[in-house]
């Protein structure tokens, strides 16, 4: 943390801490812990403090790690792959050579996969793949991966009725259509392929004997398993916002709305395999909120804290 960009507060004046008198909530930063706080009228009875955890951060930006992991087409892994065994931060001429050579190899793949949004990928990243329709206990429609709508009433599973071909088509050409007549779902496809789509549809349903209209359905609609990187991008702002007004929520019912928050002049150098400590940003946000932010020497406050 920069102590020129906020004062500390064994500099104020006296005046100036007989304001702050009952209001201090003295704050020990650290990793897992981000945010360990106590009220300076917290006692050994009555504890006065409040947890904000690097979990209660994290938990959004590792369901879409998850996400994108499960969903990452075997072409795409098997590019990724090639990268990772050629150093990039090489001083080595020879390596960085090799590296250069790499990426330029599997660059096509990568960069039509990861911007899926805005060009047309020529990669067949499922080929062969038959997606289907499935309705969990929750009673959420999926096309493979990809999430429909959250559905009332009764829907049934196509599994249950596999054995009847008539039946199967009709289900899926019922949940192919509530599929198109999602939002998110209908503005990812233009007029052609949602005009081919149905056409399919059609012809399904008048010949549902033959077995390959739902394999051509799926190249047809293959786009729609590629996840939209960029809207996850923009959620996962969205998230840490909402994130940040949940701390400053907390925090002003926990300590009241003239709380004075009083950081430990902690820091600490990048960790390897440990996301950076987020600090200075921290501080940012929290007198962007109104909050009045000052520091203190860290030396031995943890040892204080943890006594209390």
Known sequence: MDGNQIEHIEGLGQADLKSTEGKCVLIDPGRRDLMYCMKETSTAEEKQTFIFTKNNRSKCSRHFRYLRKRTQPFVVQKAEAILSRSESDSIDLKKFVQYIKARASVKNTLY????????????????????????????????????????????????????????????????????????????????????????????????????????????????????????????????????????????KAKFGQDAVL????????????????????????????????NLINKYKISSHLSNL
């Open 112 to 251: 039509e996969y990861y911007e899926n949004e805005t060009t047309k990928p020529k990669e067949t990243y499922f080929p062969e793949s038959e997606f289907d329709f499935r309705v969990d206990q929750k009673c959420n429609l999926y096309y493979g991966n990809l999430f429909i709508a959250r559905i009332r009433g009764f829907f049934p599973q196509l599994e249950n009725y596999s054995n009847d071909r008539s039946v199967n088509s009709q289900l899926y050409a019922t949940y192919l259509q509530t599929m198109l007549q999602q939002k998110h779902i209908s503005e990812r496809l233009d007029d052609i392929e949602k005009s081919k789509v149905l056409e399919l549809e059609k012809w399904m349903c008048r010949r549902p004997q033959q077995s390959n209209y739902k394999k051509t359905i799926s190249t047809a609609l293959e786009k729609l398993q590629l996840l939209p990187f960029r809207k996850l991008k923009f959620s996962s702002k969205l998230f840490f916002d909402q994130n940040d007004q949940k701390l400053v929520r907390n925090l």
């Open 262 to 293: 009083v950081f430990g002049d902690w820091s600490a150098p990048n960790v390897k395999r440990q996301e950076p400590t987020r600090s200075k940003k921290l501080i940012r946000m929290l007198k962007k909120n109104g909050f009045i932010v």
